[in-house]
């Protein structure tokens, strides 16, 4: 589905209306291309002090190649374009030092280059040594939620919570975040703990890994299912019987395997289970993709289509989860991802049931994360904002041009947005994200 709007804002006559008369002015978003670099400009670093976090920072864009300089060198002059802003908070220890937010950003920030990248870096608030930390640690969430709302042409601001001792994990996550990978992804926190340090190479971090992807016929499901095999993975494709011609078409591409069955079947897990068995000899990652809407406001709400969404979206990776664990299938280190929405998380009008169904995507992840950690399986969820699919394209006219514009980047995203955020967390050098929630969703206005 293509957005006219902001094809017809990069004509001649679109440039001028847009200029002339306030109008939204939706950047086409650079997405990755295998084989570029991870990012293509210079880098400002800045910091509040020294420390661990901050040399690992330094030490990932020596790896990258990137050419990066610290602001208090004096690039922050009209000289440079920066393509990204990289600052170390962690050493905030108390809001005397939040003061280092303004006096870093203000001067540079203007000269950020088209679909550049802000990433702030602190120290997980609820691990804090001290109260004072604490809170000046969770203030940073209001500072990147309101800059990614100032920013223009496509830049995104994230911010990176790093648990004491987890500064190691932050590799995967910084190259994500840097990369056109997250174009979609603003206003984002992630959380890192400690795991195993995992070494792989980044242009293929998956070789080796097998991939269920249920729901893979189409849409983001198929985006997934080509993003884990472009990343070195195994894919097992999942979608019901009806769809077997387009599911074959993006297995058959991608040299995987498929599942024709419906995830609600009650023998869906052990079918899974012994095809992954017997064709892969088990499961490294797991991503619950495949999901229904059957939009009716509460009162015309009929029970077949409450039931529906909910076993499709919520009791069917709930179940497929436990079985999958419980049998030993997804091995040691696995990867467990969720497809939540904002839905879930802002609520929407006609959506009790597909918003429920959601919000419990993220109950799974929550109530599971501590659980695997014993088994060094992961546990996370994506949750997409507008993305430009089969599902969005039946929306009626006037409600979907307001959920494409309502977000800071002003457009909607694309089945790769939320792919790339997947491939993120199943990456085995992501050891440290567990129990994150990440929406995909350009900074949407709706929710938290
Ligand atoms: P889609 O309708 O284009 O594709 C969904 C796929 O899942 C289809 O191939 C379908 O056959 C399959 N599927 C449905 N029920 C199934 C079942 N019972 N068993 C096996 N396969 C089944 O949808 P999409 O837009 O690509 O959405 C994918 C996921 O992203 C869904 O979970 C959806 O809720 C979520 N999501 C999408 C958006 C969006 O803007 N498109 C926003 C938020 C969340």
Same mark, same amino acid.
């Given at each position: 589905m293509t957005d006219r709007y902001q094809t017809f804002t990069r004509t001649p006559l679109g440039k001028t209306l847009v200029k002339n008369l306030g109008l939204p002015d939706p950047l086409p978003l650079p997405r990755w291309t295998d084989g570029a670099p991870v990012i293509d400009g210079p880098v400002v670093f800045g910091a509040i002090g020294e420390s661990d976090a901050g040399k690992a920072i330094q030490a990932l864009l020596r790896d990258i190649g990137a050419s990066f300089s610290t602001a208090t060198e004096g690039v922050a002059s009209s000289e440079i374009r920066p393509k990204a802003l990289v600052f170390d908070a962690t050493g905030a220890t108390s809001t005397a030092d939040l003061s280092s937010l303004q006096r870093f950003f203000s001067p540079v920030i203007r000269q950020l280059a088209a679909a550049g990248r802000v990433i702030v870096v602190g120290r997980t608030p609820e691990l804090a040594s001290s109260t004072d930390q604490h809170i000046a640690q969770r203030a940073l969430e209001g500072f990147t939620r309101s800059l990614g709302k100032e920013v223009k042409r496509g830049a995104t601001v994230n911010l990176v919570y790093v648990a004491p001792d987890a500064h190691e994990q932050l590799d995967s996550t910084l190259r994500f975040f840097l990369s056109p990978k997250s174009a979609y992804v603003d206003g984002q926190v992630a959380r890192i703990g400690t795991g195993p340090l995992v070494s792989n190479d980044p242009q293929r971090p998956l070789a080796g890994r097998t991939a269920l992807v249920t +729901? %893979? %016929?189409?849409g983001i499901g198929a985006a997934i299912a080509n993003t884990l095999a472009r990343d070195g993975a195994t894919v097992i494709g999942v979608d019901v019987p009806q769809n077997a011609d387009p599911l074959r078409k993006v297995i058959s591409k991608i040299g995987g395997t498929e599942l024709l069955l419906d995830v609600t079947a009650v023998d869906a897990a052990q079918r899974i289970a012994a095809h992954a068995q017997e064709q892969? +000899? +088990? @499961?490294?990652i797991v991503v619950h993709n495949a999901g229904i809407t059957r939009d009716r406001r509460l009162v015309n709400m009929r029970t077949d289509a409450w039931d529906a969404v909910l076993d499709v979206n919520l009791r069917a990776p709930e179940r497929i989860t436990k079985h999958l664990v419980e049998s030993g299938a997804i091995r040691d280190g696995g990867s467990i991802v969720g497809v939540s929405s904002m839905a879930g998380i802002a609520g929407n009008n006609g959506q009790t049931n597909y918003a429920t169904s959601k919000a419990g995507v993220i109950g799974l992840v929550e109530a599971l994360a501590p659980v695997l950690a014993d088994k060094q399986i992961r546990i996370n969820a994506v949750a997409p904002g507008f993305i430009e699919t089969e599902m969005t394209a039946k929306i009626p006219f006037a409600i979907r041009e307001v959920g494409r514009r309502m977000?800071? @980047?002003?457009q909607g995203g694309l089945p790769i947005d939320v792919a790339e955020a997947i491939a993120w967390f199943a990456d085995p050098a992501s050891a440290g994200l567990t129990g994150n929630v990440v929406r995909v969703c350009g900074q949407s206005l709706l929710g938290a």
């Open positions: +729901g %893979a %016929a189409r892969h +000899g +088990g @499961l490294d977000n800071s @980047l002003q």
